[in-house]
């Protein structure tokens, strides 16, 4: 009962925290000149305050502190993790930094993408890396050297399909809250208490920040929010679903594929669309999961609570995943593969044909 009342408090300490925080946030964009300028391509109609991030990174960060001036077995386990915490706590402070310069500056994406992977290196010497993958006829694939490879493609992958997802108000919090308590239960489930913490303080910190974010927003979260998300996210979900002593029920690569569908799946459609074009890799458009929707008619509240709804799914079928033996869970994950992609032409083809009624013409992605 004790480490599900420290689940609750961390929960609750990090969602107000991330609160209390937001409007000194919105002052300090205001006053450092980090706003975001309406143009062609964004749709939001006014100038928007958007260091977002600073706040949410402080509302994650805020509980851990109490953990010292508690004595139980969740405060002790946190020493033996002591050193990992501080090593994600760093990669989480250079995206936070890295996102303030470009919230107030703009940086340039090849330099934004080097430092990522500098960060992500940096993560895999410190231990937060992929080491191997289970497989569904026994013992799992030891990666070896190839881990850091692997684990810098997942960090700096997830990293930026987060920030890519951040295309509208209350987009990105409310589907990283959901991915989060979905990670929490599994962990929770699982046994895994530090991981179930760090969890539950991001899920906190989001669902915190939430009311200021949700449409009409009154603060974005800017890249210093999507790229520290993204970053946090990327960790947990190794330390999650990856790491050897840590794994959920040894879960086949599918499970970690279902989890973060949504911004994976939006990343990895959003390039093959730029690529088939001849544009390049980093180039703005509006072509994004989020867009499509709302050209379909939908308003902004629709199309969050719309795709929260997705990531919860995705994240229920995850959970449920990992729960089965190997065998079954490659049976599972054949048929989810099969019915998502025949959701995706019926989607596909309900977008093509509000396309034409409104005049807009076929889409050729």
Not at 21 to 44: C, E, M, Q, S, Y
Not at 74 to 85: D, G, P
Not at 157 to 175: E, M
């Amino acid at each position: 009962m004790t480490q599900y009342k420290t689940y609750l408090a961390m929960l609750l300490a990090s969602s107000a925290g991330a609160w209390l925080f937001t409007p000194w946030a919105i002052r300090l964009a205001k006053r450092w000149g980090a706003v975001d300028v309406p143009n062609a391509r964004k749709i939001h109609l006014e100038p928007m305050p958007r260091m977002g991030g600073v706040a949410v990174f402080l509302g994650f960060c805020l509980p851990w502190a109490g953990l010292y001036l508690l004595h139980n077995p969740v405060a002790a386990a946190f020493q033996e993790f002591e050193k990992r915490f501080a090593a994600l706590i760093l990669g989480a402070t250079s995206m936070l930094v890295l996102g303030i310069y470009d919230d107030i500056k703009g940086a340039d994406a090849t330099k934004k993408f080097l430092f990522q992977t500098l960060t992500a290196i940096g993560l895999w010497a410190a231990d937060i890396r992929i080491e191997q993958v289970a497989t569904p006829w026994g013992a799992p694939i030891e990666l070896g050297w190839f881990s850091l490879p692997i684990s810098v493609f997942w960090i700096v992958g997830v990293t930026n399909a987060i920030n890519l997802l951040d295309g509208i108000d209350g987009l990105v919090a409310g589907v990283t809250t959901v991915m989060a308590l979905c990670l929490a239960i599994l962990n929770v489930l699982s046994g895994n208490i530090l991981i179930a913490l760090l969890t539950l303080c991001l899920a906190g910190a989001c669902l915190g920040f939430l009311p200021y974010n949700h449409s009409p927003a009154r603060i974005f979260l800017g890249d210093s929010g999507s790229l520290t998300i993204g970053m946090v996210l990327a960790c947990i979900g190794i330390l999650s679903l990856f790491k050897e002593g840590h794994q959920t029920a040894s879960p086949l690569l599918s499970v970690p594929l279902i989890l973060f569908g949504l911004p994976l799946f939006d990343t990895l459609r959003v390039m093959v669309h730029r690529l088939s074009r001849g544009q390049s890799m980093f180039k703005a458009d509006r072509n994004h999961v989020h867009h499509r929707l709302l050209d379909m008619g939908l308003n902004q509240r629709q199309v969050a609570w719309a795709l929260y709804g997705v990531a919860a799914g995705l994240g229920s079928t995850a959970i449920l995943l990992s729960r089965l033996e190997h065998g079954r869970q490659l049976i599972f994950s054949v048929v989810f593969a099969g019915l998502a992609a025949g959701s995706y032409v019926v989607w596909r083809f309900l977008l093509r044909g509000r396309s034409q009624e409104a005049g807009g013409g076929s889409l050729k992605d």
